[in-house]
C-alpha cells in the first residue's frame, strides 16, 4: 500500500522491477544495433511491432520530479501521459503513469484517460479538466492536479525478449523532444534531437544475479539516463 502525496491512501500491489539502460550514440546504424542485441547469448528475439511512442510529461511549479532526478534522489516520482502513434490530433486511448523509482527498481502504475487533442490550443488547464473526467481514483487525482505539463516527447521503440522469457530490452530512436507552456504552444517548430539511442534492459528482482551474464556481452555504457531530464536540458536552464 502506498501513501501518495495527499490525504488519502491508494492499494496498489507493487511490481518492482530493474531497469538498466544504456546510451549509444546515433551514429550507430539502428542494424547494426539490433544484430547486437539479437546475438546476445541470451537469444533475444523481436516481439510485438516496431511503434512511436509518446509523452508529455508533467512536474510541480519548482520542478521537483526532475531535480529529485537530477540529485539522485532515491525515491522520486514522475508522471506522464503515454499513447501510441501520431504525436499531434486527436490522442486515443492515453493513459496517465506514474512512475515509481525506489532505489534501483522501479515501478509503473497505469490509468485510462478520455481521448483529447493535441494541438496549440492544449492549455494547463484543458489537460486538467481531462484528469477530472476520466474518473482516476481520487488520490491518484489529488496528486496529479496540481501539476504542470512540462515537456512532450516522442521515440521510435522496438521489443525484444529472451529465450526464456524472463528479460525483455527496449530499444528507443528517433528520440525528440517539443517545449509545451501552460497555453498558446506552438508546435509548428521543429522539435529538438536526442543525440543519443537508448538500449534498456529490464527484468524482475529475482534474476538480478544473472543479468550481468547478459549485460556484460553489450558494447554500450551503461549510465543514468532519463529522457525527461534530457528534454527539459533542451528547454529550461535553472540557476547553479
Known amino acids: 500500500m502506498m501513501e501518495l502525496q495527499s490525504d488519502h491512501v491508494l492499494e496498489i500491489a507493487n511490481n518492482f522491477r530493474y531497469e538498466r539502460k544504456y546510451i549509444v550514440p546515433k551514429s ?16 533475444f528475439r523481436e516481439v510485438f511491432y516496431e511503434r512511436q511512442v509518446n509523452n508529455i ?24 501521459i503515454r499513447w501510441y502513434g501520431d504525436t499531434l490530433g486527436t490522442i486515443q486511448s ?13 515501478d509503473k502504475w497505469t490509468f485510462d484517460l478520455n481521448s483529447f487533442t493535441l494541438d496549440a490550443a492544449i492549455t494547463t488547464k484543458g489537460l486538467q479538466s481531462l484528469f477530472a473526467d476520466s474518473k482516476l481514483p481520487r488520490p491518484i487525482f489529488e496528486m496529479v492536479r496540481a501539476l504542470n505539463p512540462t515537456l512532450v516527447n516522442s521515440y521510435t521503440r522496438r521489443y525484444f525478449v529472451s529465450a ?38 529490464k527484468y524482475n528482482l529475482e534474476n538480478d544475479r544473472i543479468a550481468n551474464s547478459i549485460s556484460n556481452q553489450f558494447p554500450f555504457r551503461l549510465s543514468k539516463n532519463s529522457k525527461y531530464v534530457n528534454g527539459v536540458n533542451q528547454f529550461q536552464a535553472f540557476p547553479e
Request: hydrophobic fraction near 40%; glycine fraction near 4%.
Open 28 to 43: 550507430m546504424p539502428i542494424p547494426e544495433l539490433v544484430a547486437i542485441v539479437k546475438a546476445n547469448p541470451a537469444f
Open 57 to 80: 510529461y508533467f512536474d510541480t511549479n519548482g520542478y521537483k520530479f526532475y531535480f529529485d532526478n537530477v540529485d539522485g534522489v532515491a525515491d522520486r516520482q514522475k508522471v506522464r
Open 94 to 106: 492515453p493513459k496517465l503513469e506514474i512512475k515509481i523509482k525506489n532505489g534501483l527498481v522501479g
Open 164 to 201: 526464456d522469457q524472463r528479460f525483455r530490452i527496449t530499444l528507443d530512436y528517433e528520440v525528440y523532444y517539443r517545449n509545451i507552456r501552460s497555453r498558446m504552444n506552438n508546435f509548428s517548430k521543429m522539435p529538438q534531437a536526442d543525440p543519443f539511442n537508448v538500449v534498456e534492459l
